[in-house]
Every structure is written in C-alpha cells, then in structure tokens.
C-alpha cells in the first residue's frame, strides 16, 4: 500500500490551488470582514467541476469510478480550497457531503433526477438539516416532525446552524424528521427534502458567528411547511418522495463538460477564462438520521 498520491492527483492539486490562489485568496479576507458569501466563487467552483467529483457522469459529475469514488480527489480539493479561505472550503465539503450525496446515496430515481444535476454543477446549494436547538450530537431527540396530512408531509420544527441552507442560490433542505415511533418507543427519524421557498419554510438570518464567516449558516423554521409524497412504508430509509417546486424547475444540463484535468475524467468549467487557454494555468478560473449519511457540518 502506499500512500503516495498519484502524478494526476499532483497536477489537479496544482490545478485547484491555482484557482483558488486566483479567484479566492485575493477577496477571503474582505468577504470574512464583511460576513459576504460570494455565490459567484461558490458556481466557479462548480463549473470547476469540484461540485461533481464524487458524482456519477449521468447527472453531470465525474464518473470517477476509481478505487475511491472520486473521494481522494474532493479531500485534495477541500484542503486546497481550504488552504486560502476556511469558509470556502465548508462551503464545497457540505455542498457535496451535505448536499448532494445524500441524495445521491439514499434518493430516488425521481428525486436525483430532478435535483442533482443543478447541484453537482454548482449553479444551486442543498442544506442537510439534522442539528436542532433542542438537539445537537443526538439525532434520537429529533423534535421536528413530519406528519403525513392528505399525500403531503406537513413539517414543523426548527433546525440550527445549518449551512449552505439559506443563500440566493440556494436550492433545497434535506431535513431529519420525526415520522413515528418504532416498536420499544424509539423514534422513528425520516429525511424530507423540503424545496427553497416552500410556504412555512424560513431561513432565518444568516448567523454572525465567530469564524467561518463568508459561509452561509442559518437556523431554519418550519410552520406547517407541506411537501407533497406519500407516506412510505417501512422501512423508512430513503428520503421521502418531494414535489417538483414551482419556482425552480430543475436545470438538466447536457453540455458537453471539459475535464479539469486531461489525466482525470470528468467534467470542468464551461467557458472558464482559463479554458479558453488550456495550455495555461488557471487565472481565474455525522452523525446524521440513523438513515441518511454523516454529517460533518
Ligand atoms: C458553523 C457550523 C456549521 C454547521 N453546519 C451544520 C449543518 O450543515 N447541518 C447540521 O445538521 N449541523 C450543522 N452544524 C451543527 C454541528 O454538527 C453540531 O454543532 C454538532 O452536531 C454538535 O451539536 P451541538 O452543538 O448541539 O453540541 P452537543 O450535542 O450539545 O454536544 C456538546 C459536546 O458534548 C459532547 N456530547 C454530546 N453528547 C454526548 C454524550 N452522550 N456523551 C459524551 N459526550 C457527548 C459532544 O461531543 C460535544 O463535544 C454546524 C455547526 C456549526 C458551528
């Protein structure tokens, strides 16, 4: 075994570290000053294809079929995100492991179909909701709860510091949910995405936290916020059956997608200042619900 990584490795490491030293290290600083979360970075980076390295090309990622899904490139991709702006970093980890691979992981055909897409290009944001004020560390005292009314799921309840779940481009939570009880009185806990701009659905105002502070964080609050999709039967471990929102049709896009790197497959920036010169270097360029994933937000 050797823990080497490997030359294309090297050189996509090279490659994101001289996006980020173009496009992000110049501004964290005034971004951190003034609490500002720059969607336009947080989309270059998507059209970077960083969104996508752990996604299957059907929905527009990588297709990294390698021994590690895609995963060693993402930690590459983090860390040197990371290595100029902690903000920025969390904003790619939880677009991706709180965002999309729930979804990816537990979703059904429908729902990845409508929502991955938009998400493993960058142009929109998921939120995983599992933290509530109530209940931090331990998913089993979930208050939220979902109740099934007429084919829709009515949530209410509240979450905390949840991140990428409020932003302008922001497209959609995924939120644990009390459902039921379980045989021996245990809670049953389901996962519902819930669409941006649902009707009793707030996120409230951004966090002034103590760091991280061009990362988009929020509380979040359900009254009577209603979802449409059937009640499931057991076992209820996927994510719940959601409508597709009125106010964002999901964006299929089937351009054609350059690679970040000739050695790497995948996708890369559609129309990037540096794509247009690809011989140069970038310039400009859980713990979670018992039935979803990890969590590390
Ligand atoms: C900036 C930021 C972004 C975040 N983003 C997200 C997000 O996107 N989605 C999300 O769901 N959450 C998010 N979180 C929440 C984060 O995951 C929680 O802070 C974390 O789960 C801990 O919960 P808590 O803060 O309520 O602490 P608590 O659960 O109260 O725990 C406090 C301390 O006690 C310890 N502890 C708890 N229970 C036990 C026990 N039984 N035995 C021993 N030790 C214990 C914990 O390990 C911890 O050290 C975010 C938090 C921050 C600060």
């Given at each position: 075994m050797t823990f080497e990584l490997s030359p294309e490795h090297e050189q996509f490491r090279r490659s994101v570290r001289d996006f980020a030293q173009a496009e992000i290290a110049p501004h964290a600083a005034q971004w951190d000053r003034d609490h500002h979360f720059p969607t336009d970075v947080v989309q270059k980076m998507g059209a970077l294809g960083l969104m996508g390295?752990?996604?299957?090309?059907?929905?527009?990622?990588?297709?990294?079929?390698g021994e590690d899904g895609g995963f060693t490139s993402l930690c590459i991709a983090i860390e040197e995100i990371g290595r100029v702006d902690q903000s920025m970093g969390i904003t790619l980890e939880a677009a991706v492991g709180l965002g999309i691979n729930p979804i990816l992981t537990y979703g059904t055909a429908a729902q990845k179909e409508e929502h991955l897409p938009s998400l493993v290009a960058g142009e929109q944001l998921a939120g995983f909701g599992l933290t509530e004020p109530g209940a931090g560390s331990d998913?089993?005292?979930?208050?939220?709860k979902a109740d099934p009314v007429e084919g829709e799921w009515v949530v209410n309840g509240a979450k905390q510091f949840?991140?990428?779940?409020?932003?302008?481009?922001?497209?959609l939570v995924t939120v644990t949910a009390k459902t039921g009880e379980r045989e021996g009185g245990r809670p049953e806990i389901s996962t519902i995405i819930i669409p941006s701009?649902?009707?009793?659905f707030t996120a409230e105002k951004a966090y002034d936290k103590?760091?991280?502070?061009?990362s988009d964080t929020h509380p979040l609050s359900f009254e009577d916020a209603r979802v449409r999709g059937q009640p499931a039967r057991?076992?209820?471990?996927r994510l719940r059956p959601v409508p597709r929102h009125p106010r964002r049709r999901p964006r299929r896009d089937r351009r054609p997608r350059r690679r970040l790197?000739?050695?790497?497959?995948g996708p890369v920036a559609r129309n990037t200042p540096w794509t247009a010169r690809?011989?140069?270097?970038?310039?400009?360029?859980s713990r979670a619900s018992p039935s979803v994933s990890p969590t590390s937000g």
């Open positions: 390295l752990t996604a299957p090309e059907e929905y527009g990622g990588s297709g990294l079929a998913a089993g005292a979930t208050r939220t949840i991140t990428n779940s409020g932003s302008s481009i922001t497209s701009g649902t009707p009793g103590l760091g991280w502070h061009a057991r076992p209820r471990s790197h000739p050695s790497l497959p690809p011989s140069a270097a970038p310039s400009a360029a």
